[in-house]
């Protein structure tokens, strides 16, 4: 096993002459590092919400497998990847941006590529953001992130014809209302595939089949139909599977204390199982191409 750590991502690869699986393992909100001088204001425990907890540390199943497994070490609260890079908010910056802002729906919510609240009504930041901070931030965090992804993706593409893409997530129990589905108690797995844009969809089929077999109560592209990473790197036409898989928190971990909880070990093991199948899901497609 290999493991290359910067400030900005961790990636566990098998050594390079054993990365034998046409799989790349992603999970962009593992970060818990936040950089000094932020200006950020939101107390520690509202900010611990926002962390998708022990997700890299569930998936790290995955190298000794024969995939690697890349994870962000600075927060999603700082700057999201997966978030389109002009998914910025006007409204929050301090002077006026030099090219044109898209705010996505999540972004009008508080939730963009910078996020304007921890929770409803605990703001991030006590003003404005300056427009240079963000700059730093797309600069020296965003940009290495998806180069790492993107160099992973290609290299297993280039290497196998083929990539299947596992960007992981987790998701709180019970949404809340900067969420789209306030209120509502969730299922134990949401995966999705932009409505069948970045992956293809029997691919998705097949992954939600593997998890109910497991007696996880899946849904697929419900309440999620997937963020910026799986819309920007899937192209199934060119064998390029991307999916999101978010998992409820509930199923292994103590949401109000932020520990692990009992359900911890056997989900490893189902997404070792998950794994395990879909390596030979990969091998299957290959052949039949
Ligand atoms: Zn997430």
Redesign the pocket.
């Known amino acids: 096993m290999i493991k290359s750590i910067n400030q900005v991502y961790s990636i566990i690869r098998p050594s390079l002459a054993d990365t034998r699986l046409p799989i790349v393992i992603d ?3 593992s970060g818990t590092d936040y950089p000094f001088n932020s200006g950020i204001i939101a107390p520690s425990e509202a900010l611990r919400t926002t962390w ?1 907890a022990f ?1 890299d540390e569930l998936w790290s199943i995955a190298p000794p497998l024969g995939a690697p497994l890349l994870s962000a070490r600075f927060p ?1 609260a700082y700057i999201d990847p ?1 978030r389109a890079p002009e998914d910025i908010d006007q409204a929050m910056l301090d002077e006026p941006w030099p090219t044109p802002l898209t705010p996505s729906a999540a972004c009008l919510r508080g939730m963009g590529l910078i996020r304007l609240n921890a929770l409803p009504g605990v703001p991030m930041y006590a003003g404005k953001v300056s427009a240079a901070e963000v700059r730093y931030r797309l600069s020296q965090y965003y940009m290495p992130y998806h180069s790492a992804l993107k160099t992973l993706l290609d290299d297993a593409h280039e290497k196998f014809g083929h990539v299947w893409h596992i960007n ?4 709180k129990s019970v949404g809340n209302a900067m969420n789209v589905d306030s209120g509502v108690a969730r299922p134990d797995i949401v995966i999705s595939d932009r409505n069948g844009t970045s992956a293809n969809p029997a691919f998705t089929e097949w992954a939600a089949a593997q998890f109910d077999a497991l007696g996880y109560k899946v849904q697929i592209n419900s309440p999620y139909q997937g ?1 910026h990473i799986v819309h920007h790197y899937g192209m199934p036409t060119q064998h390029r599977h991307s999916v999101q898989i ?1 998992i409820k928190r509930g199923v292994y971990m103590d949401e109000r204390n932020a520990e692990k909880a009992e359900g911890f070990e056997q989900l490893q093991r189902d997404l070792e199982t998950f794994v395990t199948a879909l390596a030979g899901y990969a091998q299957q497609k290959m052949k039949e191409k």
Do not use: L
């Open positions: 999970s962009p909100h998708d997700v999603r997966n992981c997530h987790s998701m963020g978010e």
